[in-house]
């Protein structure tokens, strides 16, 4: 397990992140933003939305909200709307209130798209604000200080290579010492599954790692685990529509399989 | 050159070509834009996808139909109307029979087309009032939300007044037919130019979903 605590770690109990806000707000930079990401779908929804609150009662904000109209999916998204009507010229005040929108009252799981009789993709819109917000600062702090660790170490706890594999040896032993034979095999070319895990479990719970790999002797699988940056299944990139972390992230994973020749890739409960 | 004739002259060509190419403009940048910025359409296009999701949709086999079965109800019903009492009433017919082109198909029996129109108006005011009372509604509705019902509904009751001479002592039948026509006009300009564009990016922005949920193994 990791000794070292890193200057960059996320504690566990941190739960409400507050909004980095060093920046001051500039429009130009949020056009320039949004015009290659607005395509042709995002134009169209936001043209035709018939504006018939079907939505509504799809989302679980607003059923539990008691019904608060602001909670609608459809009403929701008016800040993309205002945003390219405005050409990016909004101040802090409001982006701040989109940030609460985005972040607190829609977390992106596209069940209003599948009720909405013109399939509008809600959830993508609100990405794409989130990816606004982010081009401006305006990130939660948690998702800030991970993507800089994927970035970095290619994991969100910015977990070394060393203290990964040294952590998988140390699970070894704790777990081989119950059950006898036991091994968990580190870069194992031509094995049927590569596991991937959360990096939380290196860093706070190897336990984690000790479960699963008696089950998979147990059920006598052909398995490892990628000593490179690839074995990080979490992709808290997404969250705040950093596509090109998202990617990178996804990648990183995929190259490890081609590297391995696994026939499967298992991601962590 | 009458009042009349120019409604029903020049003033319908442009509405037509409004109408026409305003689509062909809405469908051509929709795929202009998409190849360049929403590359995930075509990187994952399956006709099976997007043509189940056009099946499940212009017929009610859908979720939202279980879910609130009268006013889908309503929304077919308004939909079909809508859709084929212009094109196949008698009266309409006629003037194209009349006109340069010639073109003649058989039309609906006047009793039908009476009852078809009757059911677009009070579902038409049915939908205004619903949007009116409700709360939800009245916070997502912009001006154009209830104009644009209006817009719709107006073609019809103009046309039943016409077929019926309801208005006959305020107004004479002249006068109605170019209020009706001018309220035909309107609408058929507005299509294009407003969330009535639905018309035909109804089916660009299902596909488009239906690709996008496709692809990740759920057939919308």
Redesign the interface.
């Given at each position: 397990m990791a000794e070292e605590t890193s200057p960059k770690e996320i504690s566990p109990k941190e739960t409400s992140p507050k909004v980095t806000d060093s920046k001051t707000i500039n429009p130009q930079e949020i056009v320039d933003f949004l015009k290659p990401r607005v395509g042709a779908r995002f134009k169209t929804w936001l043209d035709i939305c018939a504006h018939c609150a079907l939505c509504a009662d799809t989302c679980h904000f607003y059923n539990t909200s008691g019904k608060d109209p602001n909670m609608i999916p459809a009403r929701k998204v008016r800040f993309l709307k205002e945003i390219l009507k405005k050409k990016g010229k909004v101040d802090k005040a409001y982006l701040e209130k989109v940030y609460h929108t985005v972040y607190h009252e829609c977390n992106m799981c596209r069940r209003c798209t599948l009720y909405c009789p013109f399939g509008i993709d809600i959830a993508l819109m609100i990405s794409l604000l989130r990816a606004t917000l982010t081009s401006q600062g305006m990130i939660p702090e948690g998702l800030r200080k991970a993507i800089e660790n994927y970035k970095a170490t290619g994991n969100q706890m910015a977990v070394t290579k060393e203290e990964w594999v040294e952590t998988i040896q140390w699970c070894e032993e704790e777990a081989s010492a119950e059950l006898v034979g036991l091994k968990i095999p580190i870069d194992k070319k031509g094995a049927k599954i590569m596991y991937t895990v959360n990096a939380r479990e290196p860093k706070f719970y190897p336990q984690d790692i000790m479960e699963v790999a008696k089950i998979f002797y147990v059920a006598g699988e052909d398995w490892t685990l990628p000593s490179e940056s690839g074995w990080d299944d979490t992709n808290l990139a997404m969250f705040v529509g950093d596509v090109k972390t998202a990617k990178m992230i996804v990648e990183n994973t995929f190259k490890r399989a081609d590297e391995l020749e696994v026939k499967q890739v298992a991601i962590t409960e | 050159m009458s009042f009349y004739n120019f409604v029903a002259g020049p003033l319908l060509w442009l509405s037509f070509a409004v109408f026409i190419i305003g689509l062909l403009v809405r469908i051509v940048?929709?795929?202009?834009?998409?190849r360049?910025?929403?590359k995930i359409?075509y990187q994952h296009f399956n006709w099976r996808y997007v043509f189940l999701?056009f099946a499940r949709?212009l017929m009610p086999i859908n979720?939202?139909v279980a879910?609130?079965p009268a006013?889908f109800l309503l929304?077919y019903v308004f939909h079909f109307c809508l859709l084929v009492v212009p094109v196949f009433l008698q009266g309409h017919i006629i003037l194209w029979e009349e006109s340069r082109f010639g073109f003649s198909w058989p039309a609906l029996p006047h009793l039908l087309a009476d009852l078809m129109t009757l059911v677009v108006i009070t579902i038409a005011a049915l939908f205004l009032l619903r949007r009116i009372l409700?709360?939800?509604?009245r916070?997502?509705?912009?001006f154009s939300?209830y104009a644009l019902l209006v817009i719709a509904g107006l073609p019809f009751l103009t046309g039943y007044w016409v077929t019926h001479g309801t208005l006959d002592a305020i107004l004479s039948s002249y006068s109605m037919q170019i209020i009706h026509t001018l309220s035909g006009e309107l609408m058929l300009v507005m299509i294009p130019l407003s969330?009535l564009?639905?018309f035909v990016?109804?089916f660009?922005?299902?596909g488009?979903?239906?690709v996008?949920?496709g692809r990740r193994g759920y057939s919308?």
């Open positions: - | 940048t929709f795929v202009k834009v998409s360049e910025k929403d359409i999701t949709w979720p939202t879910k609130t006013y929304v409700s709360r939800d509604l916070l997502l509705s912009d939300d969330k564009s639905h990016l109804f660009f922005s299902r488009a979903s239906a996008e949920f919308m």
